[in-house]
């Protein structure tokens, strides 16, 4: 076998154009014979024509220094990478990557903000969005065009009547008045010499539309609609031309007559009709109205982490349902996120409607859960033959659509059948990395549930819900998924950006945000208070991702917010170190918890944030460690020790029971390591004792449900854990598979046995937090886990269980995929690893057995000594 190294990647970027670092460290996945070890590389960068070579000598390939001067802005680099072996051998150059720079200081840009003036209600979700154009002339020898883009609302951009970039509702959604995304483009090809044009539609997105429940709020960013664009033309003969925003551009009111997040768009091609040619040049808009300039400063402008948002998928309906009213309704076969493409043909003023719902009650759509979310979307058809439309600036959370079509009933069943209608997935397009089996059909069908809910919830950034008039990035959710999130997908980029917005909207104090990026709320959120397993994303996921990642400028960008998150808690908290005052969610929506009161859990709620506090401060400690920060590894694991001696005092009884005889105090306990050991395997009994009292349902909210399955396999209750798994009784995860569900729901009984919604407010049907426990599974059920940060060493532990007779997980690790799969003969477990080049593994198997292997596949068994039937 050859030594086969891949093209290189750069800081957590796919495609690393326009990007903020001047320095990008440096990856590659190399494919080499089994036990090969790389002890040196040799990176070769090409600038300007200009090559260098710089040989390292290093066994790792993650993120490694870059080798070079920094970047400067909009300068772009070319690098291949060979490594050479522990045993002599050297491999070939691997294919070149590129990388680029966006423009990295704030005199980089001349554009302004720029939008259009014209009376309108700011009060309304119904303004009216416009669409912006100039033409500009380009010389011949063009080398290179770049735009570099961004708005107070979301944009596309047309040259020349062509859309530029796939992207959708950018720049996304950040605390737009201290950071601005803006992404850039290669438009070389989309240029021509001589006379050209430029154009943008623009809709309110984040920025200005409507935010927030019961009502919620407008223009929580700003009134104005703006596009902040900048077209830089390179000529070969080295000179550059600027095309930016500026009063020079022309604003006319667009065919979108009005879109928003929540309540959807409406699209009138008769005027798109009236607008022929309006992004190509020689176009006349002596009719557009002068822009004018909003205010922006361009140190807040900053280049993408991670990847936009894109569509990923299409998936056509799966039947065409009459109701019992006798609407037509198109079943999807998958609650997904996104929106509605079609093609139709009709007369001008027909109008195709869309509106979305997740489930049906009583065979009608059910639009309650949705609560002031229109979630409608009509377009009103121009009547020149075949139309084609799907909104831009929207988003919704469906299965179900209800459709008005132009015609005979039996138009829509033709449209139907031809493929004329789709629904279209958008989420962030983070890389999948992820992936689970197993011999129980269930149990995989809750898998999938999670990679939906995650896929649905992960747009832009990291919200609870995705339908509703919410859709907002709970911190607390984000908390206890963010591991299994780091196994299914790589959203390193994505959740490093998003947890620098936390920093940003961390209070003075250390207080940190209910959800990010803030928005007002009513008295419950309104004003901020710390709250324990919330804010304790400041530490938590950080860590998380170094983990799963490796990344230790993770480590150093967040460690001062994490820090000043622990000190707040040190002061709440005091000299006895009990964090038990003050507001708290505790362990939200317990199952036994009164529908008015979702945090009248059966756990104290002051017993969930102290375990938080020590679990924080442990946190803190290790990122301290890390750091190299000596001092304040010292001082925080201290404190850690401190507040876990308070917690196991006041807490947790002589024998190992705690005051709170609830499933999630134990799960605390023993998941967070606060159980002195000589009472471990009492507390772990007990645990397993109230699994069992409850009949394997579900007895934990928000906080123990991610804990509990681990709680009982570390105190050697994993076949507890598994009957917990493989409940089908509601409240469990594999009831709503049973339902019918296809995503992972807010409450566990979202849908009720007789087919009616839960009537509670908080119904959600995509709400990815309660599948945290998919990360047991990829952990424990399969067997996959990190050993080292990064997976540079793996542990392979698969504890079969429940019936099971084989499972099988893969995960696309830094240095590429790691693999296991068991399955159970008779009384032999056979197992199946794949280690990666660069990494070590340990496999452990049930009996005790633990082997150490080296990259490449290996084939193991052990003696099972309890034969289980098929699942």
């Known amino acids: 076998m050859s030594i086969d190294v891949a093209a290189p990647t750069f800081e957590h970027h796919r495609h690393a154009l326009g990007i903020g670092v001047p320095a990008p460290r ?185 935010m927030g429940w019961r009502g919620g709020f407008r223009n929580i960013f700003g009134t104005d609609l703006s596009l902040l664009a900048q077209l830089e033309l390179r000529y070969a003969d080295g000179t550059t031309e600027t095309i930016a925003t500026d009063g020079d551009w022309r ?106 719902a997740e489930v049906l009650q009583k065979g009608e759509i059910y639009t309650r859960p949705l609560r002031d979310a229109k979630s409608t979307d009509a377009y009103i058809l121009a009547g020149s033959g075949v139309e084609e439309w799907e909104p831009r600036f929207t988003f919704h959370g469906f299965r179900y659509a209800e459709v008005d079509w132009p015609g005979e009933a039996a138009a829509l069943d033709a449209a139907v059948a031809a493929g004329d209608i789709v629904a279209r997935v958008y989420h962030t397009d983070m890389e999948r990395t992820g992936w689970f089996e197993s011999s129980n059909a269930l149990v995989d069908r809750l898998h999938e549930n999670v990679v939906w809910s995650m896929r649905g919830n992960f747009l832009d950034i990291p919200t609870d819900c995705p339908q509703r008039d919410e859709r907002i990035g709970w911190t607390g959710d984000l908390q206890v998924f963010a591991p299994t999130a780091s196994f299914l997908y790589d959203v390193s980029g994505m959740l490093s950006s998003w947890l620098k917005d936390v920093a940003i909207e961390q209070l003075p104090d250390g207080t940190v945000p209910w959800y990010v990026p803030v928005i007002p ?21 950080p860590w998380t991702l170094y983990e799963r990642f490796g990344d230790t400028r993770i480590l150093s960008d967040q460690y001062q917010s994490a820090r000043k998150w622990v000190d707040l808690l040190e002061r709440l908290a005091g000299e006895d170190r009990l964090w038990d005052e003050g507001f708290q969610l505790g362990d939200w929506l317990d199952p036994a918890a009164p529908p008015e009161d979702p945090a009248d859990a059966t756990t104290d709620r002051y017993l969930v944030a102290t375990a938080y506090f020590a679990r924080s401060a442990d946190r803190v400690a290790r990122m301290a460690e890390v750091l190299g920060l000596t001092d304040d590894h010292a001082r925080y694991a201290k404190l850690a020790a401190e507040v876990r001696t308070a917690f196991t005092a006041t807490y947790l009884l002589p024998d190992g029971r705690m005051t709170s005889d609830a499933q999630t105090a134990y799960s605390l306990a023993i998941a967070f390591d606060l159980v002195p050991d000589e009472v471990l395997a009492s507390a772990g009994a007990r645990l397993a004792a109230l699994v069992e009292q409850a009949g394997h349902r579900i007895a934990t909210g928000f906080v123990g449900t991610p804990l509990v399955s681990d709680a009982l396999t570390v105190t050697g209750h994993a076949d507890a854990a598994y009957d917990l798994l493989l409940e089908t009784e509601a409240p469990s995860w594999l009831y709503a598979v049973v339902q019918g569900g296809t995503t992972i729901w807010e409450r566990w009984d979202s849908l009720r046995p007789d087919g009616t919604v839960n009537p ?91 082997f150490e292997v080296g990259s490449g596949s290996h084939s193991l068994e052990g003696a099972w000594a309890r034969p289980l039937g098929t699942a």
Not at 159 to 186: E, H, V
Not at 258 to 263: E, K, L, P, T
Request: contains cysteine; charged residues 20%.
């Open 760 to 850: 509670g407010s908080m119904t959600s049907f995509n709400h990815y937090a309660l599948g945290a426990v998919a990360d047991w599974m990829h952990r424990t059920v399969a067997g996959l886990a990190p050993a080292a940060p990064g997976y540079r060493a793996i542990r392979f532990a698969p504890k079969p269980g429940g019936g099971f007779t084989h499972a099988r997980a893969a995960h696309e690790t830094p240095y590429g995929r790691a693999e296991i799969a068991w399955r159970l003969d008779g009384e032999t477990l056979r197992v199946d690893v794949t280690v990666p080049t660069g990494s070590t593994a340990t496999v452990q198997l049930p009996g005790g057995e633990t």
């Open 26 to 210: 440096i990856s590659w996945k190399t494919r080499a014979p089994a036990g090969w070890t790389q002890i040196a590389y040799e990176l070769e960068v090409t600038r300007s024509g200009d090559v260098t070579t710089v040989s390292v000598e290093d066994s790792d390939s993650v993120l490694r220094d870059w080798p070079s001067a920094p970047l400067a802005s909009r300068e772009r680099a070319v690098v291949r990478v060979r490594v050479t072996g522990d045993d002599g051998s050297v491999s070939g150059w691997s294919e070149p990557a590129a990388v680029e720079t966006g423009l990295l200081a704030p005199d980089d840009w001349s554009a302004m903000a720029v939008g259009a003036n014209w009376n309108e209600n700011p009060l309304s979700d119904e303004r009216r969005p416009s669409v912006l154009r100039r033409d500009f002339s380009a010389r011949g020898g063009l080398a290179s065009a770049r735009l570099y883009v961004t708005a107070h609302g979301v944009y596309e951009v047309e040259i020349n009547g062509r859309r530029i970039g796939d992207d959708a509702m950018s720049p996304g959604w950040t605390p737009y008045r201290q950071k601005l995304r803006y992404y850039t483009y290669d438009v070389t090809d989309e240029i021509s010499p001589g006379a050209n044009a430029i154009g943008a539609w623009l809709g309110d997105g984040w920025y200005r539309g409507r």
């Open 251 to 356: 604003a006319a009111p667009s065919p979108i007559l009005h879109s928003g997040n929540y309540d959807g768009e409406t699209y009138d091609a008769r005027i798109a009709a009236e607008l022929p040619g309006w992004s190509r040049p020689g176009y006349d808009a002596s009719g557009w109205s002068r822009v004018v300039a909003a205010h922006r400063d361009p140190a807040t402008l900053t280049a993408p982490e991670g990847p936009p948002v894109r569509c990923t998928q299409e998936v056509a309906p799966v039947e065409l349902l009459t109701t019992p009213s006798g609407r037509r309704v198109l079943d999807f076969g998958q609650n997904l996120v996104g929106r509605p493409r079609f093609r139709v043909s009709g007369r001008a003023g027909d109008i195709v409607r869309f509106r979305t």
């Open 521 to 541: 709320a009513d008295k419950q959120w309104t004003p901020i208070r710390p709250g324990a397993a919330w804010g304790d994303v400041a530490a938590f996921t």
